[in-house]
């Protein structure tokens, strides 16, 4: 039986080749009908962890236990909160209206045991918390493992997004990380409305197998080997939709946001542009343009409502203080900053101004109007 299997999949794995030097998403759709959804579940059989206990933490799980037979290992920081996962299905501190199967998952605080007991771990962790978090194992209990990030924000403490910070601080090989990015409130998903994502590795078998776990009758998923440009999109948009919402707070209006947006855009891509090849274009990608409208304009954007907050006479400190989860953007600013000073981006005015609102006590309004009548 098992030597039967080593064929089959040995076969799907030329196959799948084949068809992804033409088109990933059509080879996945054409595999599945074709080769048989049991066959093609063959590889899929891998143990999943989520590492995370927030609201996205939730929605990743609830598509990948909607999605198939898995075996779903979780990770969160509370005790009180796995138990009640594990008793009921529901995480009391985010999204707790969500009922989840807990019948097959395990939630638990040990991180050693939910490391080893998955084959290929989701990052569900603020930015912030990157380090601090995968900090508490040496590098030797990775070794072996497959990371999927849906980190968008900068891992605080080396200035380096998630899939850097995996490489070079735990060794973990390129090959073995994918990153998603899109635009994806977790509100949403857990709806199940339509939700477009993007699957970047430069491992193409990883990002299909991402693309399928991932993948069910409300997510729509994309794969590129664009891992930088998917990456740092997630990280600058934050950014920006804290502008936006700035702009909001102060009641410039849409014409002036439109604007604010649109330079930002240009910044995003002149960025992105110096760590792709030559030529690159991502104007249209759903992580790149996608992500930027939707998390400048949507109620769900905690990094909008920031914004709005401070735009509109709070202090920061008090706003973070009363936030109930992360705003990505606040911590991203900084590390745009410090990644500037060291000369690894160029000049990002519109960044610049969000910087000197947050971190050196500037009023947004003298802040903003200096941005519009002389640099925008």
């Known amino acids: 039986m098992e030597g039967t299997r080593l064929i089959e999949l040995t076969k799907f794995n030329k196959t799948l080749l084949i068809f992804q030097s033409i088109n990933y998403t059509f080879a996945f759709n054409l595999l599945r ?46 005790e009180a909160v796995a138990t009640e996962i594990n008793s009921n299905g529901v995480n009391i501190k985010h999204l707790s209206d969500v009922r989840l199967d807990a019948h097959r998952m395990h939630a638990s605080n ?4 939910v490391v080893q007991q998955s084959d290929i771990l989701f990052i ?11 900090g508490q194992l ?45 635009p994806s409130h977790a509100e949403e998903v857990v709806e199940r409305k339509p939700t477009f994502l993007t699957v970047a590795s430069e491992n193409p078998n990883l990002a299909s197998t991402v693309q399928q776990l991932l993948s069910c009758h409300y997510t729509h998923l994309y794969t590129t080997t664009h891992v930088h440009a998917v990456e740092w999109a997630g990280v600058m948009k934050n950014i920006y939709a804290i502008a936006s919402g700035i702009c909001d707070g102060l009641h410039l209006g849409d014409n002036m ?13 002149t960025q992105i542009e110096r760590l792709e090849e030559p030529g690159f274009r991502c104007f249209d990608e759903y992580y790149f343009l996608g992500d930027l409208m939707v998390t400048c304009w949507s109620e769900h954007s905690r990094n909008h409502q920031l914004g ?20 990505e953007g606040y ?17 990002m005015p519109v960044a610049e101004a969000v910087g000197r609102v947050l971190y050196d006590g500037v009023d947004p309004r003298a802040e903003f109007t200096h941005l519009i009548d002389s640099v925008l």
């Open 33 to 78: 009908t074709f080769w048989g959804a049991t066959n093609f579940n063959l590889m899929t059989n891998k143990r999943l962890g989520i590492i995370g206990g927030g609201s996205w933490a939730v929605a990743v799980a609830n598509i990948l236990l909607e999605n198939g037979d898995v075996e779903l290992n979780w990770w969160v920081r509370d």
């Open 138 to 182: 040496e590098i030797e209990a990775y070794h072996g493992k497959q990371f999927v990030s849906m980190v968008k924000g900068i891992v605080v403490g080396c200035d380096k997004p998630v899939s850097v910070f995996l490489n070079r601080e735990l060794s973990v090989p390129q090959s073995a990380i994918c990153v998603v990015g899109g």
């Open 257 to 269: 946001k439109a604007v604010i947006v649109t330079a930002a855009l240009r910044e995003m891509y």
């Open 110 to 113: 040990d991180l050693r045991f």
């Open 308 to 327: 709005v907050r401070v735009g509109s006479g709070e202090s920061v400190a008090d706003v973070l203080n009363e936030a109930a989860a992360v705003a």
């Open 331 to 347: 911590y991203g600013t900084a590390a745009i900053k410090r990644c500037m000073d060291k000369g690894m981006l160029q000049s």
């Open 124 to 134: 569900a962790v603020p930015s912030a918390f990157v380090g601090t978090v995968l």
